[in-house]
């Protein structure tokens, strides 16, 4: 709280490979060969001299990074507030801009680029003593470029790697033996474009001492264009005959999250020995997916950037939307703080049940016995403290978005389109339901500390994914899973 304070920060860096490849290594078998060998390499040759080179470290350049970011923070008692933005832009060490044998009017257009704009805001609102709103949101823009990588054969960096000095020619600076030259990889090019905006409520209401409301909703959405590119004649070093009139796909992917998550907690003192905390609540989310792509090969001549002006076409185009909801209920009795007994219970609806089954009920109960917490304990030798438990329950693994439907395949024929039959489907389909017991024991030697008990309060667990056992983990347990 207080007036607004500013805060600017600078970064400035650099980045460079390590030297790890070996070097290429190779030698003439014959006088024509060495000749060869030594018009490219500038320097006499002999037959069966070792030539030594590295193709990959030729590719590497001095990357280097900057980064610029602000922020504000202030209130008064009744708000406070923080905002801050970001940008950096990083050209990685990849370079292989210069020095390379290219027919005139040609670059290279591999990339390592990643350039970031982000902006965060927090606000948090305090009507009164017993109410509190929190709001967080953010939104960020990238903008990545990476060469071709992994093991692929069309990848610049494995191409270079199986290049041999003795396989140099004109057309064939590394010597690159098979699929295509490395100066035809450096014409590929894959760019990734990313939006995304998250945002949050969360709400914090205590109308009683024993009664505490908590409820928090979000949203994730996130646009994302990704794009590969083999431009026309990309084949510079007319090596590779893999599609020489260019490919160009691109995939659009739309993702949309929205959770809520509802809980009432009631903590009472019963009698001077017993606690109860209760807690009730209800969670749910919407998960949606929209992925479209397309392909184009084959195009009439350069500058053209779009699918659609290419000769050969492919359209794939997919939805998924899932929907889970649960409510779940906990009883905790408290006992001198030393014995913990847990019951509770989650009921969970999901949209990929199968049309006859409706939800699921996973159950639960622990013990928790703290004797070193309890007024009777007496230490035993090193042992500080000493924590017992025991718990057992259920969770759940849904099925996938269309494993209960049936479903059909489109196919093509010279006598027309028709359809196959794709996933069988099944009406009573639930999730995989797995029982869980655990015992486990916990010490501490030589110190005077406490095992946590804290987190036997909180609530079941998120999605029906997840292991209702919430327990500390222990020194010493053990756990039996059947499903």
């Known amino acids: 709280m207080g007036p607004p304070r500013f805060s600017f920060r600078i970064e400035q860096g650099a980045s460079w490979y ?54 504000v923070s202030g209130g008064t008692p009744g708000v406070t507030y923080f905002v801050n933005l970001r940008w950096s832009d990083e050209d990685g060490p990849f370079g292989a801009k210069d020095g390379r044998w290219y027919p005139p009017g040609v670059r290279t257009r591999s990339a390592d680029i990643n350039r970031l704009a982000q902006a965060s805001a927090t606000v948090n609102i305090f009507p009164s003593d017993k109410l509190r709103l929190g709001i967080s949101t953010g939104l960020t823009r990238r903008h990545y470029e990476t060469p071709n990588n992994n093991n692929n054969i069309y990848a610049a960096f494995t191409l270079a790697q199986f290049s041999k000095p003795e396989l140099v020619r004109y057309n064939n600076q590394t010597g690159s033996p098979a699929f295509m030259t490395v100066n035809e990889g450096l014409q590929q090019t894959y760019t990734q474009d990313v939006d ?91 998960t949606r997916r929209i992925d479209e792509s397309a392909e184009g090969r084959r195009f009439p001549g350069p500058g053209i950037d779009v699918t659609g002006g290419a000769a050969e076409q492919e359209v794939f185009e997919s939805y998924l939307e899932v929907v889970n909801l649960g409510i779940f209920a906990q009883e905790q009795i408290g006992f001198n703080d030393y014995l913990f007994l847990t019951v509770g219970g989650r009921l969970d609806a999901n949209s990929a049940f199968g049309s006859e089954f409706d939800a699921v009920f996973y159950p639960k109960a622990s013990l928790s016995f703290i004797p070193s917490d309890a007024p009777f304990w007496r230490p035993l030798g090193p042992i500080s403290s000493l924590r017992l438990r ?94």
């Open 18 to 71: 390590p030297k790890i490849y070996p070097d290429n290594t190779g030698w003439a078998w014959n006088q024509a060969v060495a000749d060869t060998m030594s018009k490219y390499f500038g320097r006499q040759i002999r037959p069966y001299e070792l030539v030594r080179t590295n193709f990959m470290h030729e590719m590497f350049e001095t990357g280097y990074h900057q980064a610029y970011s602000a922020s």
């Open 196 to 286: 995304r905006f998250f945002g949050s409520l969360n709400l914090n209401y205590r109308p009683s001492r024993p009664l505490m409301v908590d409820a928090t909703f979000g949203i994730d959405v996130v646009n994302q264009l990704s794009r590969e590119v083999f431009p026309f004649r990309w084949n510079i070093d007319n090596f590779s005959g893999y599609n020489p009139e260019g490919v160009r796909r691109i995939d659009d992917l739309n993702a949309l999250d929205i959770t809520a998550d509802i809980k009432a907690t009631h903590r009472v003192q019963l009698s001077s020995s017993l606690e109860s905390t209760f807690i009730l609540g209800t969670q749910g989310f919407i």
């Open 390 to 483: 025991a718990a057992v329950g259920q969770s759940g693994l849904q099925p996938g978005a269309f494993d209960a439907l049936t479903t059909y395949v489109p196919v093509a024929s010279s006598s027309g389109p028709g359809i196959v039959p794709g996933n069988l489907g099944n009406p009573e389909l639930k999730p995989e339901i797995s029982t869980e017991w655990e015992v486990g024991m916990e010490l501490g030697l030589l110190q005077p500390c406490r095992p946590p008990t804290g987190i036997e309060r909180l609530p079941m667990p998120w999605s029906t994914s997840n292991s209702p056992l919430r327990e500390a983990s222990g020194q010493a347990s053990l756990r039996i899973l059947v499903n």
